[in-house]
């Protein structure tokens, strides 16, 4: 598929964002909470010397109704009191047209489009039509989902409602099991997008992708040595006491020493590492969503193993076992994979699910 249809009009990012550090980092907690919260977390921040941007979520796309929702119109008057303070530009998270209006009204530097909100074109076209005259930078987090097209698409729409400010965040994708990210950053992802558009901005949050603290500072390096164009890190005065995303949190202080510890490679030619870098990164995510299969088939068998001693079933059911080759066989064949192959990795996985299932029968309760 051809993209040069889409060649975005976008305005050079050191036009508009003007980083106090090398690499640009925004920096704030995952939610404003407070006046003192944000104002000690923005202060530690703009004295660190390392942030250029300060980011609050006002309104909170929370899973459940229960709990911390944001602190709506009245946080907005905390971020505009940091603005005025530090002299720091603000951003905040907008997904309704009514985010938009108020974030103009209290002259919010940048606004940014979350993850659930770029999934549903319909939101975003919606969305879109309130930014129409608003000379706002907008940043476009990737869709839950590893959907480049739907990610590109409210790009697309952002553009069209004449913004022309746009950075992409890439803040990882939902895999199909968990592993020990919080989302997947299937790299490629956000490298093709550097392929197919070279002047807009991408920035890394490594806080979602990560959802905990100790995998951060790799995940930067990562997004450094890619030649991503920025970091996005939450951080919270009082990490512990976040009433939001608890486990990814740091501090200002520790926000720095990460930062002070990355290494800035010199800038290599883009080509280089396009295609066997990435090549290789996607052959990272793949795997680990295989390991992540398998540990998954692993509990199901463990469960299998638990009713098989209940109720005095033998581990090894040859019949049945026939019967699962033979459907993965012809299942796996149908994706072009080869049969001798098939059969030895199953009996493979058979085996190891008969070990544990023979070692929970045995086990004397
Ligand atoms: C956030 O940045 O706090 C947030 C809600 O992120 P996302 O949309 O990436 O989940
Ligand atoms: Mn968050």
Redesign the pocket.
Known sequence: MSYSQYLLELSPIQSWLKPVAIPLVIGGP?SAESFKQVMDTARALFESGKVSVFRA?IWKPRSRPLGFQGAGEEGLKWLSKVKKTFKMPVAVEVAIPRHVELADKYDIDILWIGARTVVNPFSVEELTKSLKGIERPVFVKNPINPDINLWIGAIERVNKAGIKKIAAIHRGFQGLTRTKYRNEPMWEIPLELKRLFPEMPIITDP??ISGSRALLKDICQKSIDFQMDGLMI?SHINPSKAL??IDQQITPAELSRIIDSLIIRKKRKTKSFNTLDVLRNEIDSIDHELLGILAKRMEMAIKIGHYKKENNIDSIQPKHWKKIIEERISFGGSSGLDEEFLRELFDLIHQESIKKQNDIIKKKD
């Open positions: 995952c979520g806080s979602h939450e939001t995303d």
